[in-house]
């Protein structure tokens, strides 16, 4: 079974400018939630999506943005870049939210922002 | 509100030496708890968990029990390996939802031969 993939591996990207990640969850898994890992911060959530809907959402700016498609494959999109930005992006999958659902991270994308 | 706090790092140890990583939790609720890992250049993988009071997540020679009364969830191994050399992470769920974990900052651990 293939694993959670994350698309593009890395990014370098201008400070003011727009992008957008992309996640496949494991076959089968319907929920996928975005997180953020930088040196400074550690890993901190973003946003959970559960068929199609945002189900909880991090204490991020209105820049960072997220869906799921009926495939629940996702996107997150970052607009108007700055600085701090830059940070590598995990995304993981679950098969549902039960209780010790275990996540299942991609590889992340590494996101470069100057 | 709910937060992990771990033992920082790094830890280097030399092969076949006991682990300990401390990792205690804030009690708001009974969250469940997770050990996840991250080697070079990858995503965490879940290494064990454990949903409720004294329960014992264990895999790969790696064992953490949930202890309720001191809020702790310690990660062991008795007999280190080079191949453990990664960064490991506690996290707790937030409020229930299994998708927003709450990761302590990691520990790097470093096993020479």
């Known amino acids: 079974k293939a694993g959670v993939t994350q698309t593009p591996r890395y990014l370098i990207k201008t400070r003011g400018q727009q992008v957008t990640l992309s996640c496949s969850p494991i076959?089968?898994?319907?929920?996928v939630s975005w997180y953020q890992q930088t040196p400074g911060q550690g890993l901190q959530f973003l946003f959970e999506?559960?068929?199609?809907?945002?189900?909880n959402k991090g204490n991020f700016p209105g820049r960072f943005s997220g869906r799921q498609f009926s495939n629940s494959r996702s996107e997150m999109n970052v607009s108007t870049l700055e600085l701090g930005d830059s940070a590598l992006y995990l995304c993981?999958?679950?098969?549902?939210?039960?209780?010790?659902?275990?996540?299942?991270f991609g590889n992340g994308t590494r996101l470069t922002v100057t | 509100g709910n937060s992990v706090t771990q033992m920082e790092g790094p830890v280097t140890l030399s092969e076949e030496a006991f682990l300990t990583i401390n990792c205690t939790y804030t009690?708001?609720?009974?969250?469940?708890l997770f050990w996840y890992v991250q080697y070079p250049g990858e995503g965490l993988q879940l290494l064990l968990k454990?949903?409720?009071?004294?329960d014992k997540g264990s895999n790969k020679g790696f064992e953490a029990t949930y202890r309720k009364e001191t809020t702790s969830f310690h990660l062991e191994k008795g007999s280190v390996q080079v191949s453990d050399s990664a960064v490991y992470f506690c996290?707790?769920?937030?409020?229930?939802?299994?998708?927003?974990?709450?990761f302590g900052k990691g520990t790097k651990l470093s096993v020479k031969p």
């Open positions: 454990a949903t409720k009071a004294d």
């Open positions: 999506y559960f068929s199609e809907t945002q189900r």
């Open positions: 993981a999958s679950s098969l549902n939210r039960d209780r010790g659902s275990p996540l299942h």
């Open positions: 076959s089968g898994h319907r929920s």
């Open positions: 009690a708001t609720g009974y969250p469940s």
């Open positions: 996290a707790r769920d937030n409020g229930g939802s299994q998708g927003n974990l709450i």
